[in-house]
């Protein structure tokens, strides 16, 4: 398991250092990764790819890993995200990452799962539900 746990830091850490400390030590050739609000890319070049032209347009400035959860060939992996994009957007949300391993100890498959942040009761002043007007968010 601790094996696992520092794999998937790596992981965290390069994206907010922004350099691929060793892509080929955490994926597998043929993994597949699934971003929360659809892309996926399929094996390790894609996956290499994706984040080297994502990090010519936005910081990944927090990813804090809150905790694990290990059965068999399975990890999940809560925690909490922010980016700023060149453009000025910044992103904030929570979320979880079921992960399935190779028997060599490398990702074969990612799954992102997210949550909003900005939760509210919109029961909170009577039995009429008031949802916001905003737009559901992108994941």
Not at 97 to 117: D, H, P, Y
């Amino acid at each position: 398991m601790d094996r696992r746990e520092e794999i998937i830091r790596r992981w965290f850490r390069m994206w907010l250092e922004k350099e691929d400390r060793g892509m080929e030590t955490v994926f597998d050739e043929d993994a597949v990764y699934v971003e929360s609000w659809g892309p996926e890319y399929r094996g390790r070049e894609r996956i290499r790819l994706w984040f080297q032209e994502w990090n010519t347009r936005g910081t990944v400035r927090r990813w804090d890993i809150r905790q694990f959860f290990h059965k068999d060939a399975q990890t999940v992996v809560e925690w909490y995200f922010q980016n700023a994009m060149d453009d000025g957007r910044q992103e904030i949300f929570e979320g979880m990452s079921l992960i399935r391993w190779t028997e060599e100890g490398k990702i074969a498959f990612l799954q992102e799962f997210g949550c909003n942040v900005n939760r509210y009761d919109p029961y909170r002043d009577g039995p009429e539900p008031r949802f916001r007007s905003e737009g559901a968010a992108w994941f």
